[in-house]
Every structure is written in C-alpha cells, then in structure tokens.
C-alpha cells in the first residue's frame, strides 16, 4: 500500500499524506476523535516573526489552548503530544513558553513524560544575557498506557568497552549491546544557513529531530500530525518511516516548499542530515575504551546495529 502514497488536501483516515492549506483548526474539526498517535509541533512563538501577528500573551494563550483542546480530542488513549518551544521575549525579559503552557495540557488530563532539552550551538547573539542555545519540547501523554519503543531509538555507548568492576557480573561487559536510551539532552544541530536541510522557512524542525519522536511514540502505519507544518519536516519524518502524516498551513509558500520536500522524500532524492550522524566521536577525543565487544563476533545482534547505523551516516 505504501507505493501509492500521495499528496492530498482533505484528511481521511484511508489516506497517507495530508497537506492542508488553511487553518490547523479547521484541519483538526475534520480528523476523527482519537485517531493520531502522534501530534508534534513547534506553533509561533509569538516573537513577531513574518508568519505571525504578534498578539498580547493571554489571546496567545488562548489560540493555543484552542488548538491543544482540539489535539486532545483527535489524540488516540495511546497517543503522544510534543510541543516543541522556545521563549516569548517582552521588552527583553524572557517567559519560557512551556512554563505558561504546561498548565493548560495538564488541565486537559495530560501527563507529562519528558522535557526535552534540544540543544544546538547556532543563534543570535546576545548582548545583555547569555546567548538562547537550547529550546524544550514538551511530551504529554494522554494515559499511562501509551506506545514507547526504547531500541528504536537507542544511541551508541560512550564507553561500550566498559565492564562491570564488582558484583556477580564483574568481568562481563556492562552496556546494552543495542546502544543507550539517549536521555533527555538531544543535541542535534539546528537547521541554520549552512545545513543541508534549510529552506527560506525562518524555523524549520531538523528532519532527526522528528524521525526520533516518530520512531519512539508512534508504530508503523500511525498517523502523525503537525497542526502548525510549515515546509512539512513531521510529515517527512513520518513517510519516511512508514506512518502516515497529515499537516496544516496557511502560508502558501510554504505549502508549497512542503509538497516539493514531500514529493522528494517519495522520490528518495531529499537531503537531510542523517539521524546517527555523530557529534561526538570518541577516537578524535582520545578515548581508549572505543573498542565495542560486538565488533569482534561476526554473528551478534550488536555487530548488526553498528552496521546499520554507519549505513546511515551518509547524506543522501
Ligand atoms: C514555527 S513554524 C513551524 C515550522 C515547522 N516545524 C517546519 O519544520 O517547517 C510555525 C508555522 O505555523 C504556521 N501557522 C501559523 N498559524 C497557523 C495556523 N493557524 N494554522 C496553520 N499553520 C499556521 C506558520 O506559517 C509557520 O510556518
């Protein structure tokens, strides 16, 4: 069924790609209550960027109430919401956005499971405090039965040589050979001039940063929705690993920088920077317990896991 994936405007629960021209809440009033597995997304910020009226903080908050309140209703009991943001900035005082909008997922019956720390070294600079070098995406659930999947999403071992130095196991090697939880300090660059994700969009998601989110909360052939898609990166993520993706938004051109990007992705021809691609590399900072166990078996699931992730370290 996935070969015959295309784009379309209206949302039915048949279709795989969704790229609504309008309003995200006139998006939503069409998607059937708790059908979405995933919603992720960064909304405005309010910051006055060229998408956005800047608007006063409570009709902000209420417009987003809005759409969180329609997100609730469309969102499966085993579903997830990421609410990716940064800070609203007033006469140069700074309000982080998810501390005003925790209150308003939780008083939806939400449950929070992470805040993420997504941090990147790229942004202005500032002159009167320290320069913003991270945002948060905030992970709701709506019940304590939800879809988590840990391996698909396990990050290699600093150290995998390591070995338990007590205990009954001592002398056997420590780590999980399918890699680590990555924790809750994900540092992935951000789509900035020179990164070859970027667009004319002035805050576009980084494709990894999604695929993550993706991969984790959400099974093959789920829907994943981005209420406020810009050039469609959610959607990219989620075709790219087989789960339906639905989108709304309200600049025509970035609609169509979304269908272009999208259209690319089915090709094969989007380039993005690979999800695994290291930011750290232990052999350039001198590490000496480099050498994985797994590497020297032929036959383990671990020596499978290294090669599959170094496949992906090209750009396509
Ligand atoms: C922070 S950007 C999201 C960028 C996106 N994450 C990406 O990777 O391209 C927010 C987007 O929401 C769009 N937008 C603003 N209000 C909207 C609304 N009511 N319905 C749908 N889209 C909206 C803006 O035009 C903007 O492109």
């Not at 993706?214 to 209420?227: A, C, G, I, K, R």
């Not at 090669?307 to 090209?314: A, D, I």
Request: hydrophobic fraction near 35%.
């Amino acid at each position: 069924m996935f070969d015959k994936r295309k784009i379309v405007e209206k949302f039915a629960l048949s279709e795989h790609i969704v790229v609504y021209p309008g309003d995200c809440l006139d998006l939503l009033k069409t998607i059937p209550n708790e059908s979405l597995k995933l919603i992720v997304t960064s909304p405005p910020y309010n910051i006055g960027k060229e998408y956005e009226r800047r608007l006063k903080l409570e009709s902000y908050l209420e417009q987003q109430a809005a759409v969180i309140r329609e997100c609730v209703r469309c969102l499966s009991p085993k579903g997830s919401i990421c609410w990716q943001v940064g800070n609203y900035v007033d006469n140069g005082a700074i309000i982080p956005l998810d501390t005003i909008l925790y209150p308003i997922f939780t008083g939806l019956g939400l449950k929070m499971r992470n805040r993420i720390i997504w941090h990147f070294e790229h942004g202005l600079h500032c002159s009167r405090r320290f320069s913003g070098r991270y945002e948060t995406i905030i992970w709701f659930t709506k019940s304590d039965d939800y879809t988590f999947n840990l391996d698909p999403v396990r990050v290699p071992q600093k150290y995998p040589g390591k070995k338990y130095f007590k205990g009954p196991n001592v002398g056997k090697y420590s780590s999980n050979p399918l890699g680590k939880n990555p924790g809750d300090l994900w540092v992935i660059p951000n789509v900035k001039s020179n990164h070859v994700e970027k667009t004319e969009h002035p805050c576009q998601f980084p494709v990894e940063l999604i695929e993550r989110l993706v991969l984790s909360m959400t099974n093959e052939e789920d829907w994943v929705l981005d209420p406020f898609l810009g050039v469609g990166t959610s959607i990219i993520a989620a075709i790219r690993h087989n789960r339906r993706g639905a989108g709304a938004e309200i600049v025509p051109k970035y609609i169509e920088l979304a269908k272009e990007r999208i259209q690319q992705e089915l090709a094969g021809t989007l380039r993005t920077r690979p999800m695994y691609k290291p930011i750290y590399d232990p052999v350039e900072a001198g590490n000496t317990l480099i050498e994985a166990p797994w590497n020297k078996t032929k036959d383990s699931k671990q020596l499978l896991l290294i090669k599959e992730k170094k496949v992906k370290y090209h750009t396509r």
